[in-house]
């Protein structure tokens, strides 16, 4: 089994900051590609950030210079610090994993729960 796990989401003012994390677990063979996602209400679910395994990273152009991904291999975990907070970045924010599984040498999309970020103005 494999579990994403997001935590860290909530309710803060415009201009405040956030910063979600996310731990990947269970049978991992190699974990590849992390990033975040978020969907707002009656929208689609829309990249905000990716991290390879060997750190280079990807952002949408919305949160370019107010977004940071990073990822700690090691505790198979990545991480997200949103600063500069705006009311427009409200929506559930999904963690994404791809990882290889123990007993295949296939790539697997793997999902979070959804952590909800609100932001007031």
């Known amino acids: 089994q494999v579990q994403v796990v997001e935590s860290g989401g909530g309710l803060v003012q415009a201009g405040g900051s956030l910063r979600l994390s996310c731990a990947a677990s269970g049978s991992i063979s190699r974990l590849n590609a992390m990033g975040w996602y978020r969907q707002a209400p009656g929208k689609q679910r829309d990249m905000v950030a990716t991290?390879?395994?060997?750190?280079?990273?990807n952002y949408a152009d919305s949160v370019k210079g107010r977004f940071t991904i990073s990822r700690d291999n090691a505790k198979k975990m990545v991480y997200m610090q949103m600063n500069s907070l705006k009311p427009e970045d409200t929506a559930v924010y999904y963690c994404n994993a791809k990882i290889v599984r123990s007993w295949s040498t296939q790539e697997y999309d793997y999902w979070g729960q959804g952590t909800q970020v609100t932001v007031s103005s």
């Open positions: 991290i390879s395994s060997s750190g280079t990273t």
